[in-house]
């Protein structure tokens, strides 16, 4: 028993965050809080950042519940790098240092189809306005942010680590299928946007040149693949995409939680340059 006890020490030993700082772009959102979550879980102190000041004091309330004293906030456009190195100088001005970056913002454009409007959605109409915007938060924003943060953790030589946010459509087309409506003309039925795969797959190239670049310098980077949460959407889709799943459902939101443990601690401290794809077995169907 004594050595099952010194075993299951060292495990968590590997996992303890205790003493470690994590930045968690996004974070108001549903993911966000429960990646903050999952941090907070094992010791680590998490710096919640969002554009939105009203949800970002909301997901602090409910985080600092269980974890007094270890939930900071700062609100910062991701798409501004004057507003992410000001952040930056604020937390290194009161002593803070970075040693996790969890680039998560993204805007995920929820599928939803008008009668007799043409949906935008679809590629022929796609605005490139929403391009531009979408891409900027999604993509650009991971780069400036570890652009900035990744610099740091380098440049004092203590190393760092950085998990991107990606998706299981990282890896694999959307099946546009999951999206029909009845009665909808081909030119109008409703799809995942273009922009979505673009991001998330480019988030993957991000992670793989990031693993290279700082890696002499002590900085790894790794990406994280979720599928879909089940936060209860429509039963016909639910229905459509749990077909498509060897594990016939959805995630639940807190499944994730040890993934991003296990990618943001001594645990994976020889995992660089991957991406870990947890989606119920649909990419291997």
């Given at each position: 028993?004594?050595?099952?006890?010194?075993?299951?020490?060292?495990?968590?030993?590997?996992?303890?965050?205790?003493?470690?700082?994590?930045?968690?772009?996004?974070?108001?959102?549903l993911l966000g809080r429960?990646?903050?979550?999952?941090?907070?879980?094992?010791?680590?102190?998490?710096?919640?950042?969002?554009?939105?000041?009203?949800?970002?004091?909301?997901?602090?309330?409910?985080?600092?519940?269980?974890?007094?004293?270890?939930?900071?906030?700062?609100?910062?456009?991701?798409?501004?790098?004057?507003?992410?190195?000001?952040?930056?100088?604020?937390?290194?001005?009161?002593?803070?240092?970075?040693?996790?970056?969890?680039?998560?913002?993204?805007?995920?454009?929820?599928?939803?189809?008008?009668?007799?409007?043409?949906?935008?959605?679809?590629?022929?109409?796609?605005?490139?306005?929403?391009?531009?915007?979408?891409?900027?938060?999604?993509?650009?924003?991971?780069?400036?942010?570890?652009?900035?943060?990744?610099?740091?953790?380098?440049?004092?030589?203590?190393?760092g680590v950085i998990v991107?946010?990606?998706?299981?459509?990282?890896?694999?087309?959307?099946?546009?299928?999951?999206?029909?409506?009845?009665?909808?003309?081909?030119?109008?039925?409703?799809?995942?946007?273009?922009?979505?795969?673009?991001?998330?797959?480019?988030?993957?190239?991000?992670?793989?040149?990031?693993?290279?670049?700082?890696?002499?310098?002590?900085?790894?980077?790794?990406?994280?693949?979720?599928?879909?949460?089940?936060?209860?959407?429509?039963?016909?889709?639910?229905?459509?995409?749990?077909?498509?799943?060897?594990?016939?459902?959805?995630?639940?939101?807190?499944?994730?939680?040890?993934?991003?443990?296990?990618?943001?601690?001594?645990?994976?401290?020889?995992?660089?340059?991957?991406?870990?794809?947890?989606?119920?077995?649909?990419?291997?169907?």
């Open positions: 028993m004594k050595g099952e006890t010194k075993s299951g020490n060292a495990a968590a030993r590997r996992f303890d965050l205790t003493g470690r700082t994590a930045l968690i772009t996004g974070a108001a959102g429960e990646h903050a979550a999952a941090l907070l879980e094992v010791g680590a102190t998490v710096v919640l950042t969002d554009i939105g000041k009203s949800q970002l004091d909301a997901a602090v309330a409910a985080l600092q519940l269980d974890a007094p004293g270890r939930v900071l906030a700062r609100t910062m456009d991701v798409c501004s790098v004057e507003a992410i190195r000001e952040a930056a100088q604020q937390l290194a001005a009161s002593g803070r240092r970075i040693d996790i970056l969890v680039n998560n913002a993204a805007i995920d454009p929820k599928v939803q189809g008008n009668e007799g409007v043409v949906e935008t959605s679809r590629l022929e109409n796609f605005p490139l306005e929403q391009w531009n915007l979408q891409v900027s938060v999604g993509l650009t924003g991971a780069f400036l942010c570890s652009q900035v943060f990744g610099a740091a953790m380098a440049r004092d030589g203590k190393g991107n946010i990606a998706s299981d459509l990282s890896v694999f087309s959307p099946d546009q299928r999951l999206y029909r409506r009845a009665g909808l003309p081909e030119d109008q039925q409703p799809v995942k946007p273009v922009t979505y795969s673009v991001i998330k797959a480019g988030l993957v190239g991000l992670t793989r040149y990031l693993a290279t670049y700082w890696a002499d310098r002590g900085v790894r980077s790794n990406a994280l693949s979720p599928g879909g949460v089940f936060t209860n959407q429509g039963e016909e889709f639910v229905q459509r995409l749990t077909a498509l799943i060897p594990l016939g459902r959805m995630a639940r939101r807190e499944e994730y939680r040890a993934a991003l443990q296990f990618l943001c601690s001594d645990a994976s401290a020889y995992m660089n340059g991957q991406n870990v794809v947890i989606d119920g077995g649909r990419s291997v169907w």
